[in-house]
T-cell receptor, first 114, second 113 residues
Framework: AQSVTQPDIHITVSEGASLELRCNYS??????LFWYVQSPGQGLQLLLK????DTLVQGIKGFEAEFKRSQSSFNLRKPSVHWSDAAEYFC????????????WGLGTSLAVNP | DGGITQSPKYLFRKEGQNVTLSCEQN?????MYWYRQDPGQGLRLIYY???????QKGDIAEGYSVSREKKESFPLTVTSAQKNPTAFYLC????????????FGAGTRLSVL
């Protein structure tokens, strides 16, 4: 069965420090992969996506993610975190079947210390 | 501006009452989705619709109902059969030109009085 695992429920980093959020997936074929961000009480915003091609993808707000097929991972990174990055981050894998559903991880909550 | 509008932002339900959450989009997307979000449980799919006049149950459809009479609208009714309705509800639509990308509304928080 397809699944997405975000091993870290909660992460705290200091402002200016680097960040890596982990995402592992289980999927039979080449997946469509996504990272979304959610500020408190808000909807989800797409940060970046991977469909094919270059395995390092750039997104909005200075985020990037790397697709590693051998590790079934799609980790999100940012070289220097800002206080405004504090939010919930969700990894998702796209089901390429007819229903086009997204399979979601449980999310990682990011806190940023000043 | 194109987007997805959910209303109301906050909603309160009395025992035994049905309530309806509105979701409207002007993105010209065919597919729309309803999710429920509880702390620590991520997003769980309630219902989805690929096209007007058609919809399918998601993973947690019990106690909910939907309709899709217009392309722009996908309202969700939380019925009295849903015994634990307190949650954050998110509506999304999918861009047909981009594989699986979903765009979200700002959500409705439903609480029980």
């Amino acid at each position: 069965a397809q699944s997405v695992t975000q091993p870290d429920i909660h992460i705290t980093v200091s402002e200016g420090a680097s960040l890596e959020l982990r995402c592992n997936y289980s999927y039979g074929a080449t997946p469509y992969l996504f990272w979304y961000v959610q500020s408190p009480g808000q909807g989800l915003q797409l940060l970046l996506k991977y469909f094919s091609g270059d395995t390092l993808v750039q997104g909005i707000k200075g985020f990037e993610a790397e697709f590693k097929r051998s590790q079934s991972s799609f980790n999100l990174r940012k070289p220097s975190v800002h206080w405004s990055d504090a939010a919930e981050y969700f990894c998702a894998v796209g089901d390429a079947g007819n229903n086009r559903k997204l399979i979601w991880g449980l999310g990682t909550s990011l806190a940023v210390n000043p | 501006d194109g987007g997805i509008t959910q209303s109301p932002k906050y909603l309160f339900r009395k025992e035994g009452q049905n309530v309806t959450l509105s979701c409207e989009q002007n993105l010209n997307h065919d597919a729309m989705y309803w999710y429920r979000q509880d702390p620590g449980q991520g997003l769980r799919l309630i219902y989805y619709s690929q096209i007007v006049n058609d919809f399918q149950k998601g993973d947690i459809a019990e106690g909910y109902s939907v309709s899709r009479e217009k392309k722009e609208s996908f309202p969700l009714t939380v019925t009295s059969a849903q015994k634990n309705p307190t949650a954050f509800y998110l509506c999304a639509s999918r861009d047909p030109g981009q594989q699986n990308i979903q765009y979200f509304g700002a959500g409705t928080r439903l609480s029980v009085l």
